[in-house]
């Protein structure tokens, strides 16, 4: 609820009004360069409290995980504790200067180095860079370092890399920006990789498979090792794209079972803040055989001295300094909080979380592939004629829901993915049933309920697509 009364204007300006009192200037005056001028520069001009008023307003129609549950299938929008955000403004992480040598920044490469040892354990990886700025940045750090070795092992023409049609969207998109071809594998009937359709793509141009596990349908690939050994055998390298591990955290470590390049996500499984494209780190991780591949610096000890060091047939940078070091301080501040046992807690919660809201919700909204889920599951939108996944999410809105991912993954018809997270109490999950359960409801008997949602926004529905083509970002339009 809004408890700030709207203005009755948007613009507030008023002319002579001021809200603050700079100090006296101590250095020479000086006017700013006409080039560097704009024409007509019209500042608003307000007080102190017109201002907080305003931005305070403005915040209030944020949609956040810290007021409001955010069950976005695929995104993992857990809870991101306060504690990591006190390690990250400590003023030794916060001020330190990106050029400063080694040798004066001992504490953060420390820090840095045993993150790696970390996500070493919990993927079971013989090497991890922190250099990538996303999971799709580090998807194509994986490609490329597939590609480097392919090229040092005098295979220049492996340039296929095989997608199940179960992968995330960002999976082919990376393989096609480092200039290789992809082929998609179907889907099997439970929701597997057709290992047939598989068999029959494998030949001496692939460079190997990117696989989504848990695929993006939240199901676990029971035959990865079966997959990985088919890939290996015809001499291929095995991505995994680990942006969900948090179904899989102290309970499975992806190099055990055949993954030789993964990136994790610790926006995602590891607490960090995202969403509105703020920074996140997809570290890669890699099995023995692409290690020295990994992009860098990385982070390694000697005689108990830390410095960075640059892997020796790496792929290179992928970002500036150390990458997003203030979301590696969040993460390794929140690893070291839930220790081994807790990594473990984490998937088994997130991994029941989600099934209880499926075994509830399936009465209801059929799911595809109704096996055990993992961290997420993906049921329909489509089973009251007129009633698409569209109104439903918009329905949700109105009773405080952020909607899930809809429409994705594209295999499954009117997609409606939930993922709830660890961090959920069993009281949100049950308010947020109760809710499902009465949108079905309304979908049955007020049908208009849900074609003219959201009710209570201060704006109703948009074209998604002109305002992501064409967006207007000043209000003067
Ligand atoms: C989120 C996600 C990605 C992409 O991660 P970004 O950080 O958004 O680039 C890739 N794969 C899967 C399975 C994901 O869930």
Known sequence: MNLIPEPLAFELSSP??????????????T????????????????????????????????FSIDTHFYPLGSCTMKY???????????????????????????????????LQESLKAIGGF???????????????????????YHLAHGNPGRVKMLIPDSAHGTNPASCTMA???????????????????????????????MITNPSTIGLFERNIEKIAKMIHDAGGLVYGDGANMNALTGVLRPADVGIDVMHFNLHKTFSTPHGGGGPGVGMVGAAPVLAEYLPGPIAVEKNGKFSMEMPAKGIGRMKAFNGNFGVLVRAYTYIRMLGEEGM??????????????????????????????MHEFVAMGNFVDGIHTLDIAKRMIDYGY?????????IVPEALMVEPTETESKETLDAFIDVMLKIAEEAKTQPELLHDAPHNTPIGRLDEVAAARNPMLCYRS
């Open 31 to 62: 006017a700013v360069p006409a080039s560097l001028r704009r024409a007509e520069l019209k500042l608003p001009e307000l007080d102190e409290l017109t201002v907080v008023r305003h931005f305070t307003r403005l915040s209030q129609k944020n």
């Open 179 to 209: 200039g290789l071809t992809t082929v998609t594998i179907p889907s099997d009937a439970e929701g597997g990789v057709d290992l047939d359709a598989l068999k029959a793509a494998c030949d001496d141009t692939v460079a190997g498979i």
């Open 126 to 148: 013989a090497g991890v860079s922190v250099q990538p700025a996303a999971g799709a940045h580090g998807e194509l750090a994986g490609v490329f370092m597939i590609r480097a």
């Open 344 to 373: 473990r807690r984490l998937a088994e919660s997130a991994v029941l979380n989600a099934n209880y809201i499926k075994v509830k919700m399936e009465k209801v909204y059929p799911v595809k592939y109704p096996r055990r889920c």
């Open 80 to 114: 991101n504790p306060k504690a990591n955000e006190v390690a990250a403004a400590q003023p030794g992480w916060k001020g330190a200067h990106p050029l400063v040598s080694d040798d004066r920044n001992q504490g953060a490469i420390e820090l840095i180095y045993r």
């Open 16 to 29: 002579g009004r001021v809200g603050v009192s700079l100090p006296t200037c101590d250095v020479p005056v």
């Open 402 to 410: 952020h909607p899930p991912t809809i429409y994705f993954p594209l």
